[in-house]
């Protein structure tokens, strides 16, 4: 499992799949202020960026991997402020 | 599909059908330059055709084919049988790009990497290597039959349209000389360094792409994640996923539809991004960046942020080309300022441009003039005029001007400024009116810097003239016209000078006729000019009229006769010669050319095919309702006692019927289509198949003008394939084979069609080893089709023909060409479906002939309508014998086989629902007997049971489609005069 | 206001037309340069737009005789999918007084025709 959960936050850590998908939405519902850390992460499914997309959440950490950063950033960066 | 795009299919049909039939011309044509010269002119008008439309694989792939043959025409020795194959397997690419056009609605589907493959096998022609070419394994299948079940192709737009113009040079595109680039839309979010550092990646060899890739919704379910295909984009500079998912409650989402999409800048070779968005090219859309593109100032928008001064020194150290002097006003300007700023931006381009070692100065330069521009605009301060580079781009679809145009700006001192009050009228045009306005005069102040001396020179003036008039006309420069008109008359008279001045007014600089004067002076020298374009185009011109060396086309030649002919006069001549031509109708005008015999303007009208089929189905009806007067008469006479009447209606009956029939005739006539709209298939055909096989074959084909209804004529084309095919295959020997059996090496294919009263003969003859009539003997014995005695009894010519039977096949194995468990039968049974017959003769090492006769057209059947378990079918009367009422009593059972005697004659009986797998018994009528139906079969005579008999009517048979078309029972349908579909059985199959 | 459509792309004529007539212009239509100077010596035409490539007669041939017989000195647009600066001089030398390349966007072309053929169309 590449997504820690727990009260505050789901941690998304190396290659999130669509697998994890169904948990992170379910957690995301459970969890409406939940934040999301991506620190960790490298990479996450389509499926997994729309999920979160969707939550607008968050973000308490970004990727370290710069680009990786650029180009989901402007996707949940803009969502945070809604 | 619009009306366009269906002109357009039926356009490019009507070409690849002339590029087929040239190329196999080239092949055998002696003298070759001729065919390459139309084959370049056919390629090309397609190619145009194709830029109309949003098709770059499609225009990929010809423009490859014209550049190849334009190469072609000037170096026929590279021309080879693999060119052939290569462009003919072009054309069946464009042939079936076509197909999926109309399949899809206009929406072609494309495969982008046959289209690729095909165009670099083309171009490998260019360097003049064709072995390149000939070692790219192609793949036929690819090529030719795009994906069907995908959508629209990658799309690839060249921002930079014209290879030719780009070639050889190295410097980045320069900047147009009025207005900016535009700015794109999806570049607007880009941070500012990833700009630099993309234009920095930029150069015309190596350009940025632009990738936009639109999964599909369902993609995940293929194991897709387009993010990550996104992410490992080669040479990827830059990405962004967009989406709608924040709007959309979490709890609704489904989080298994892909509804996003990427944008990406990727520095990787066009070949590397189609080979990775390979299997989702149809999703993918890849677009070349002009380096200008990635010019923009991508920030926050302040628009007093930079001082008005500081921007004009920016603008003068650029214009100066004393680039360190901007770099360093831009550092100095950009520690004062907000770095989110689009000003800031610019300063941070100008820095970054300076500071770019692999750019050329003057490449810079035209970078820093648009920043500057932009940043100006981006100020709101007013337009810098920066002199133009030396270099002009020509991209911009009309404004292919000459390169030095605006180069005069600033070498020609004499012209000045525009006078400010023009430029002040000029101000108040629209954008678009004053950027054509500019052109138009710009142009004419070209055209008359033109030679004078040539032939239409005054008639050339006098056009320019009148353009002149007319554009500043209908922009109301009402303040223009008066001066116009005064230079204009001084042109007319021979003075030219008012009005190139009239034009530097407009536009300063643009036009400049004193070399012009010169040049006329020393006529046969070519004018110092500053333009080596137009002094070559203008010395090719004056060589032509000194013409005794040869010239290299004859469309120049043609000139010279023109002018030496007819010794026009030069402008400076009278005025009166321009005066007195206004009145076109006026005798003189008749033109010294001789027009050759005129093209008669082709009276055929392409009519839809649906139309004409309305045509034939409201023809058929109006038969059917005709057919229903009779019986009034009858009626009216019998019911009634009105005998006048009745004879009345017989009458009009009678002129009714005459013009139903003639109507039919002529209906009949429009579907009437030659021989050769399939025979034209032949030649490639036979080309292909024979050098496949290694045979040597002449194709001969005769009466291709024979006609044939269109449904007749469709219907051979299956058949006819399929027997040259065999001729081939399994008929004409081998060369050496041939050699050995005392033949000449080269086999012969006829093809012969003709017409013999009311039908069309078809008869296809080859002189190969013909079919051995004891192989074939003992072969269907084998199969079970004869039985020992049949062996025994049957002749030769009876022999041979047996392999038209369903089930044999005479290839000992499947060949890739025929074969296939395909054989005669099918051919049978496709000739059979239009009431045709077919017969064969062979001698061995002589020869096989087929003689195939059809009906010329379907027209119309008269069938019997018989009832059998409550449905009614049509019999054709052709097959009907008789009609007669059995008694069950008569009725005897011989060898399980129901049978009559009918005129002393025993006829088998055969139940149709029996037949026709229906449950029902057959009805018996009250006197106990049953309706029987005899009919001909082949040679047979059966007696068919059926329920009842109702009379027989005139029908317009149509084929069975779509699903129906399965049943063999049926040869087809009609609409009868109640409305209703009628069935016609097809006996042979029935039985 | 007479349009005529030189042009040996039925395809091409076909786009054209469709332009012109949507601003209400007249368009008639010729396949090559040889038919066009027929039209040319029966019609007046207000502008003529010429492809180049075109059998029988080519549209520098064709604008040659135009020019040279005085039958006609109306404006003329030369078309073509050709960018390279010969052709543009050449066009111009044949009598072209104006060089488009293919394909013309309707609202370019529009631009261009009203004030060639120097009248409101509409």
New interface residues.
Partial sequence: MAIDYSEERAVLKSLVT?QE??DL?EW??AHPQGEIDLGECE?????????L????RMISAWPSDT??R???E??LV??EA? | MS??LQ??V???RDLLQSISEQLLEVEKADDKQTTLN?LF?IV??L???T??FEFPDLTRVLHAGEDVMSEARERPEIWDQALTDLLFESMDYVSSFCDSLEENNGEPTSDSKAATQLSKNLRAYLDGNNSEAKAEVIDSGAATEPKKSKKAATKTKKAT??K??AGGSSKRRPPRAKGLPPEHNLLK?LPADTLIEAWKASNPEEPVWLVKYS?LAEC?FQGD????T??STPG?L??????D??T????D?D??Q???TFTLLSSATEDELHEHYRYVAEQTDIEELNSHHLLLLNGEDQNDALPEDSVDALCEAVEATNLKEASSIAKTALELLNKDLQAAAALRWVIAINSDTDAQEHEKKEALIVICQRLRHNQHLSGYRFSEPEERA??H??E????DEDAVSTSDASAGLPDTDTEDLLDTLVE??RE??E??VR??G??LE??PT???A???L???C??L???T???NLSTLIPSLEEAISAALSGNTEPLADWINEVIPGACNIALVNSGSNASNEAPDTRDT??T???AD?ENTENADETTDSE?EE??VE??TE?D?PAPTESPT?ATA?ED?QASD?T???K??P??A?SKSVKVDQEKIDRLMNLIGEMTVAKNALPFLAKRAEEQHGLRDLAREIKEQFAVVNRIAEEMQDSIMQIRMMPFSFISMRFPRLVRDISRRLNKDVQLVIEGEDTEADKNIIESLAEPLIHIVRNSLDHGIEAPDVRKQKGKPATGNLTIRASQEADRVMIEIQDDGKGIDPDVIRNKAFEKGLIDEATRQRLSDKEAVNLVLMPGFSTADEVSDLSGRGVGMDAVRSAVDKVNGTMALESQVDKGTRIRISLPMSIAVTRVMIIESDNQLMGIPMDQVLETVRVPRSEIHTVKHVKTTVLRDRIVPLKSLNELLELPAEQIINEEEEHAVLVARVGNDVIGLVVDDFRGSVDIIQKPMTGVLSGMQAYSGAALIGDGSVLMVLNLKEVL | MNVLIVD?????R??HR?VLEAAGYVVDEA??G??A??KA?EN?FDLYIV?I????M?G??FL?????????????IMVS??????D???A????A?????????P??MM??V???????SV
């Fill in positions: 669509i998908v169904d939405q995301l519902i990479h996450m499914h389509t499926a997994a960026l729309q999920t997309t969707s939550a607008r680009s990786f650029g180009w989901i402007p996707l803009k969502q809604q | 009306p366009l002109q357009f039926s356009e490019t139309e002119r090309h008008t190619k145009g055709n830029g109309l349209a014209q030719k113009s979010d999964p995940f994640d387009p993010l990550h996104a992410r990827v830059w990405g962004k996923v967009e989406n998912c924040a959309q409650d979490i709890n989402l989080p298994y892909c509804v996003s020509e991209e679809a009309p292919g001007d000459s390169p678009d009116d054509a306005f052109h138009i142009t004419q070209r055209i033109l030679d040539v032939g239409w005054n008639g050339r006098r056009a320019a009148n353009v008039m007319k554009t006309t209908s922009l374009a137009i070559e185009t203008k011109y469309h043609s000139i023109e002018t007819q026009t010669t031509t076109k005008k033109p010294a050319f027009p050759e005129a093209v303007p | 040996d792309a039925s395809t091409v076909m786009y469709n396949v090559n040889l038919e100077l027929e010596l007046t492809d490539n075109m059998p029988k080519d520098y041939e040659m005789q135009l020019r040279s017989e005085d039958i006609d000195q109306a404006p003329a999918t050709e960018a390279a600066e010969l543009h001089t050449k111009f030398t044949a009598g007084n104006l060089y488009m390349v293919k394909p013309i966007k609202l370019q631009t261009y009203r004030l060639l053929v120097g009248e409101e």
